[in-house]
């Protein structure tokens, strides 16, 4: 009797495990999932593209000041989420581009 318990019981959990992977298979749940995790990833990549722009900016600084360029101040501002502000296309001398 206990045995027949058992087996029972084990039975009921494990339908109930399977009915609950099958309906996160449905296809508004694979959806959901997808959309939310492809937003995360814009976000780390925005984050990342950020970071590389603010190192660039104080790498060409850097070697500005070190062969005697002068420094230019080619980025006016770097908001919270990486943009930056070059003041307009032209808002800078290129020494590169001849202007």
Not at 33 to 50: K, P
Not at 64 to 83: C, K, Q, Y
Request: glycine residues 12%; charged residues 30%.
């Amino acid at each position: 009797m206990i045995r027949r318990l058992f087996y029972m019981a084990l039975g009921a959990c494990l339908a109930v495990w399977v009915m609950r992977k099958l309906q996160a298979l449905r296809p508004d749940h694979v959806a959901r999932r997808a959309a939310d995790r492809a937003v995360t990833l814009a976000g780390g990549f925005r984050e990342f593209a950020g970071e590389v722009r603010r190192h660039a900016a104080s790498r060409e600084s850097e070697l500005r000041a070190e062969l005697g360029l002068g420094s230019v101040n080619r980025i006016s501002s770097v908001d919270r989420s990486g943009a930056v502000d070059a003041g307009g296309a032209h808002g800078y001398d290129d020494v590169k581009d001849g202007r």
